[in-house]
């Protein structure tokens, strides 16, 4: 006798093997992508950290006078 096919109990259990292999790869698929975004966000306000406290430090080394006191 040749029987084609799955049994119930073969379907439900490459189903649920199947559906975790995808949770994971998406899962991974998923951190990957927005953790690059996340990465990118973090450096970009670092970025503008700097050069706030480059001007800050600038404009103080270039002062004349500190509240009413001359240099």
């Given at each position: 006798?040749?029987?084609?096919?799955?049994?119930?109990?073969?379907?439900?259990?490459?189903?649920?093997?199947a559906?975790?292999?995808?949770?994971?790869?998406?899962?991974?698929?998923?951190?990957?992508?927005?953790?690059?975004?996340?990465?990118?966000?973090i450096?970009?306000?670092?970025?503008?950290?700097?050069?706030?406290?480059?001007e800050?430090?600038?404009?103080?080394?270039?002062?004349?006078?500190?509240?009413?006191?001359?240099?």
């Open positions: 006798m040749n029987k084609k096919g799955f049994t119930l109990f073969e379907a439900v259990l490459y189903l649920a093997i559906g975790t292999i995808l949770y994971f790869v998406g899962r991974f698929a998923f951190d990957a992508i927005f953790g690059k975004a996340k990465i990118e966000t450096q970009e306000v670092n970025q503008s950290a700097r050069s706030v406290l480059d800050v430090s600038n404009t103080i080394s270039n002062s004349v006078e500190i509240n009413g006191i001359t240099q």
